[in-house]
């Protein structure tokens, strides 16, 4: 735990080194008192760096009291020193002041040296009451971590549910094969059922035969190869006594030779990492019998470095039915289930939602005597109960949980803040964090480094089996992801118990202490209209997620944002604001804002969130014009619009990439006119573009030549473009841009409602990085196609939709590393190209709502002597859906 503790202590730090420095002109008159506080925090850190060297520093609590105490004093730093900006803000704006405001003004000066005084004391204070075992730690000599004792999680294996197919699948790979050492993996989620399902394989009958030695070795988070040796070879002889002092290679060299002269069978159950299985594989020889081993990890990288094949078997969730039987087993034994409590039985099992141990757990607190009301009661919400901390599945949570970095369980906690079972973008998820100050911000680094380690983090998270991927993008990026219903109760839980999140609701409505972190889900209404609402400026984000949009009363507009004036985070996406009143536009620490509303103008007044990183704005209107001068939002990186923006003209301000760029890296949706030469001039970071409107605009020659969309060509990062043609304006559009015209970087690109003619589509390929393109809405109209005499050379994804295609010819050639060919709503398409069947990368065609003959040309090339080539999916499933091969 230690190197993480200083490594965090250090971040905090730094953290609040960058808020006063960002704030310097704002805090001119208490800039002496923040400066000290800082060069105290990072005096302090240089002695806790110290004492964090130590390897029995890892387990010491005093460091991890410290470290909540540091947190502490940081975050009620800045909260004075955001309070004390807020009001030079409005200071500063009100102009010419009387006497009395200027007064008050500097009392308030006053109040907030003081407060940073005080922090000082408490900083002092902390110092002093944990110098002694600090002092200790750097004085002690530095000794090596005990061996830990390793606890083999206790399985259950009678009533065992769901598992006879995977078993037979597991028993298959293990028999079946070549004679060299074959190494398998099981991987999954906790409680999911590995170290069950590897039991029922491990004591099967036939294997027994099969194999001249089976062992069954737990290894654990608390890894210790050793150990591990040690009691692989008890398992040979009894006189173990004479390789304690062995070093460890010495040890699997043993090991070989005891292995060396039979068929083995070897279990390696519950691996956590990558290091740990290659100090541990070195053991296991290849001696040419067709031995193998067998191992389970909750990692996905793990999973995926030690199959031999580079195929893990992934452990499914029960289904429904299947949740069901094992409870009534649980519960009843032999004996069914009253028909009085099926049906809350039922409900029970499905909330479970195909974890085994959590309907074990569950089980254990209902028996066959409960009354129906007891039943009810768990039905409603059996979550509290199988995280309860004596409970086995919290426990194995629990384990995943603290083996997270010290960034990463801030980001896991805080899949609190959305609804059980809500599908969670991706992209939205990421700018969270970063908005929160979640993402480590090393010295120097842009939000692009911020952002690039947010993903890193959800990989990890995904990677660890703690939250799920529900859809991917096209190029294999996550789009959406959601926890666990089990998950979520222990995040919920922690996240509390940390005052990291408080889901708001009736009870906690008259609670005395004020959370940092709000969220309000179904009674939206109700907390805005409450008289016991919250008010503090100590609430650094709001966030609401209702199932469906809600439209504000005129009373409430301005309750927000005047309940808590500090806000970082505002993400109320689901509401929706006539108008924003003018209260919004004083959260002047605002990173995050997600708002729906009915506005056709985006005032200037908005430019005053001079913090704001990620702008997601709705709006009902076809349009939205934007009056405020964002090109001075010197923060501002992503501004997404489900409508058409039409942006103003930047000030004349230095030259392209000069000082008057901005670091925007994403604009969707924008006009055509706005895509000028002086407004992407301002935008040479723009990695994400989206243009929604009457594209003729865009793509018609001006005077002197050039085009509008001529601008585009020197956006150097861009890598997605999107053009969106008005439905108002579905005319044939004149000419498709000659391919010099567009960016040479582009990865992925939609066009949607454009019909250009077929005869322009090879002109793409000219787009040598192209990976991914969307063709949608009459992208291109007619009925003919001929690419054979063109190369896609990196495209991967392919979709068309809703075009009157006909015939369509290609080579093999024509699309040469494409995995994906998605045709929806091609109701006239002939046939698939024969030559597409014979792409070796290909893994998908899916054909949606298409005719007879175009379905009948798929499945002709879909297997090559019975035997399938690649996955193909038709619909309507009366159509035949076939299936992997």
Known sequence: MAPAADALVGELVRRLATLVEENGSYIIWIKDQTDDLVADLESFNAYLMQASMNQRARDNFVLKDVVDKIRNVVTDAEDAILKYTVETKKYNNKGLMKYLQILAYYVKVNESAREIQSIRERVKKIRQDHTPVLQALIDEPNRGQPILQRMAPV???????????????????????????????????????????????????????????????????????????????????????????????????????????GKYFIVMDDVWSVKDWECLKIAFPNNMK??????????????????????????????????????????????????????????????????????????????????????????????????????????????????????????????????IGHEIAAWKLIRLWIAEGFIPRME??????????????????????????????????????????????????????????????????????????????????????????????????????????????????????????????????????????????????????????????????????????????????????????????????????????????????????????????????????????????????????GIRGNLAELLETRQGGISLFDNIQKLDCLENLKLINDALHGNKLRSFPRAEKFPRRLRKMTLSNTPFDWKDFGILASLEELEVLKLEEDAFRGEFCDVRSVVFKQLQYLRIERANLVSWTASKESFRVLKYLILRNCSKLDAVPAAIGEIQSLKLIELYCSNKRATESAREIHQINGEARFQLSIYPPDQDVISNH
């Open 444 to 689: 120097g680094a842009y939000m692009l480094d911020l952002e690039q380690t947010a993903e890193k983090y959800l990989e990890d998270l995904i990677d660890r089996n703690l939250l799920m991927v529900l859809k991917r993008r096209a190029d294999g990026q996550i789009k959406t992801c959601r926890i666990h219903d089990t998950l979520h109760e222990f995040c919920k839980k922690e996240a509390a118990i940390k005052d990291l999140f408080h889901e708001m609701d009736r009870a906690k409505l008259e609670a005395n202490k004020i959370p940092r972190r709000l969220c309000v889900h179904s009674s939206i209404l109700e907390f805005l209209k409450s008289n016991d609402r919250p008010s503090s400026e100590r609430v650094r984000s709001f966030l609401c997620f209702c199932s469906k949009e809600t439209e504000i009363p005129p009373e409430c507009f301005s309750a927000i944002p005047k309940s808590f004036p500090l806000l970082r985070v505002m993400d109320i996406e689901y509401l929706k604001f006539k108008v924003l009143p003018k209260e919004f536009y004083l959260l002047y620490n605002l990173r995050f804002l997600a708002v729906s509303t009915e506005l056709k103008i985006l005032p200037k007044t908005f430019k005053e969130l001079w913090n704001m990183e990620t702008l997601v704005f709705n709006t009902t209107q076809n349009s939205l014009e934007v009056k405020a001068e964002i090109w001075s939002m010197r923060k501002l990186r992503h501004v997404h619009s489900n409508t058409s923006l039409q942006l103003p003209p930047p000030p004349i301000t230095g030259m392209a990439n000069g000082p008057g760029s901005t670091d925007i890296k994403t604009l969707c949706t924008i006009s055509p006119s706005s895509c000028t030469g002086e407004i992407l001039h301002k935008t040479p970071d723009l990695q994400k573009l």
């Open 290 to 419: 067709g031995s193998r081993v067998l191992v389970t990890t909750r990692h996905e990288k793990v999973a995926l470095h030690v199959d031999s094949d580079g195929n893990p078997h992934s452990l499914k969730f029960l289904i429904n039915d299947e949740s069901w039987e094992l409870l009534e087993k649980k519960v009843f034994r032999k004996e069914k289930c009253p028909l009085l409590l099926e049906a809350r039985g039922r409900q029970i099992a499905t909330k479970c939602q195909g974890l085994p141990l959590a309907v074990v757990v569950i089980a254990g607190v209902l028996n066959k005597n409960s009354t129906p009301s007891h039943w009810k009661r768990v039905a409603e919400n059996p979550f509290p109960e199988i995280n309860q901390e004596n409970q086995s599945y919290n426990e194995l949570v629990k384990l995943s949980y603290d083996q997270l970095p010290y960034y990463s369980k801030d980001c896991f906690l805080y899949l609190a803040a959305f609804p």
């Open 155 to 261: 399985v259950e294996e009678e009533d065992v549910v769901g598992f006879d197919n995977e078993a037979k699948v597991i028993k298959d790979r293990l028999k079946k094969g070549s004679k060299d050492l074959t190494f398998i993996s099981i991987k999954g989620m906790a409680g999911l059922g590995k170290t069950t399902l590897t039991k029922m394989v491990f004591k099967d009958s036939d294997l027994q035969y099969d194999f001249f030695t089976r062992l069954w070795v737990y290894v654990s988070r608390t890894f210790n190869r050793k150990q591990i040796f040690l009691d692989i070879l008890s398992n040979f002889t009894k006189k173990t006594n004479k390789f304690h002092d062995m070093s460890e290679e010495n040890l699997a060299e043993k090991i070989q030779e005891f292995l060396e002269g």
